[in-house]
């Protein structure tokens, strides 16, 4: 079985632009969580969706968005891009629920300029 | 504020040694642990997870939950300088549809 796929997995923005994340998750998941990590820091979750709703959003401001489309595929928008924003993005699949069993995929390298 | 734990390290442990991972965690109500190891530059990867109190053992690897005390540990026999990378402890929120992070801690595994 496939496991979760991210494009692109590096990205290198300025400041100001908008940019879009995809995260294709493990055939017959339904769970999407993503995160970001910041050299030194743990996972610092940004949402999570299922059948096409966010059920849970971390603390991050409105420029960050997401969406998950009926395949359970999904991506996230960061718009108006700030140099803090330079990390690596990860998506994980899960059955149903974070509380399953979850599974990265190999990031997205995101640099701001 | 639900929390999760962990020593940042760096832990240095011989090879051939056992290394002993510690996590704590605050949210009673948690049902699902897991342990995570990450190399630097790549993503996390599943190394066990554990729902019941007591020892579960993965070859060289053996959780423990302590359910009562709030902590759950990661042991690793004969370590390898292999296994030299950060070891991420999550734990399942309230029904929350999310799971709680520790910061991780970095063990060193010296040849």
């Known amino acids: 079985k496939a496991g979760v796929t991210q494009t692109p997995r590096y990205l290198i923005k300025t400041r100001g632009q908008q940019v879009t994340l995809s995260c294709s998750p493990i055939?017959?998941?339904?769970?999407v969580s993503w995160y970001q990590q910041t050299p030194g820091q743990g996972l610092q979750f940004l949402f999570e969706?299922?059948?096409?709703?966010?059920?849970n959003k971390g603390n991050f401001p409105g420029r960050f968005s997401g969406r998950q489309f009926s395949n359970s595929r999904s991506e996230m928008n960061v718009s108006t891009l700030e140099l803090g924003d330079s990390a690596l993005y990860l998506c994980a699949s899960s059955l149903d629920s974070p509380d399953d069993t979850q599974y990265f995929g190999p990031g997205t390298r995101l640099t701001v300029l | 504020q639900k929390e999760v734990e962990q020593n940042s390290g760096p832990l240095s442990v011989p090879e051939g040694a056992i290394a002993s991972l510690n996590c704590t965690y605050s949210d009673r109500g948690s049902q699902s642990f897991f342990w995570y190891r990450q190399y630097s530059g790549k993503s996390p990867e599943l190394i066990m997870s554990i729902y019941s109190n007591g020892d579960k053992e993965d070859g060289r690897f053996t959780a423990q939950l302590n359910k009562a005390s709030q902590y759950v540990s990661l042991l690793i026999r004969d370590s390898q300088p292999s296994d030299s990378a950060t070891y991420l402890c999550a734990v399942s929120g309230d029904s929350n549809y999310q799971l709680i992070w520790g910061a991780g801690t970095k063990l060193i595994i010296k040849p």
């Open positions: 055939s017959g998941h339904r769970s």
């Open positions: 969706y299922f059948s096409e709703t966010q059920r």
